[in-house]
């Protein structure tokens, strides 16, 4: 183990000692270090270490590991090794941490991974919505996509689909998917049925900028420095704008609540003249159960 660092040494900034343990924890994911080692890193106790990873970091120390041996399996899988092996270099106990690891964070098995999707089936359909027609998809967990059909046509939302599930089976399903659809449209009109399942696929970054428009309200909005700051990293306005657009779920996912700081709307991917419709009748909603 390296020796821990000195309260002394120049790097002693927050900064400077989450950098040491990251990289720490990227030279030793194999060993998977506990948290006390990290923190001796760190030169910090375990209680204000892990305040100090999660302040900067966005997840903790543990789920950073996670992230670190989830990395090493996917470039071993992809090297052709097989899960045993690749687990066991990814510092796992076996084939059954892997995984797990895999469901937790990427929703589909190591093996499915291994053939780029090959074995799912991501049953879609285009469906009428009270925003206009949405291209909607689902695997057998839950949905996983909805995008609106813009004036590029279908061709282009089944496309960008394709992009998202390389080398699944599509499959156009309309009776799959019409609950989802109905369910979809409830929420539109402002009503609240039972809960829908969803399956989210992207990098830790996109699914903490994800979560975090969940947590804007409805009738509210939000800038994107707003929404970097409220992650933790203030600087990165434009990595969270990059997520925002990466949204796989319109309107469940609520990127339109998303703003410019003048107050401009901004761009959305499924067009202005939607993202302003939407903003419109949420605020109308709003405003009205404020009266009631």
Known sequence: ??????MTDAGTSDYAR???VIHY???HAHEQPSLAECAAQAGLSEFHFQRLFQRWA???PKRFLQFVALGEAKHELAQGSSLLEASLAAGLSGAGRLHDLFLSIERMTPGQYKAQADGLTVRFSVEPTPFGPALLAALD??????????????AHAIAELTARWPRATLLRDPRAIRPYAQALCARMRGQQPRPLGVVLKGTPFQLQVWEALLRVPEGAAVGYGALAAELGTPTAARAVGTAVGRNPLAFLIPCHR??????VLGDYHWGADRKLALLGIEHARHAAGRQK
């Open 18 to 20: 989450v950098a040491r």
């Open 58 to 60: 966005g997840i903790s």
């Open 1 to 6: 183990m390296n020796a821990p660092v000195s």
């Open 25 to 27: 924890l990227r030279e």
């Open 141 to 154: 967990r839950g949905l996983c996509g909805v995008s609106f059909v813009t004036d590029t046509g279908q």
């Open 258 to 263: 998303v703003i410019r700081a003048s107050r």
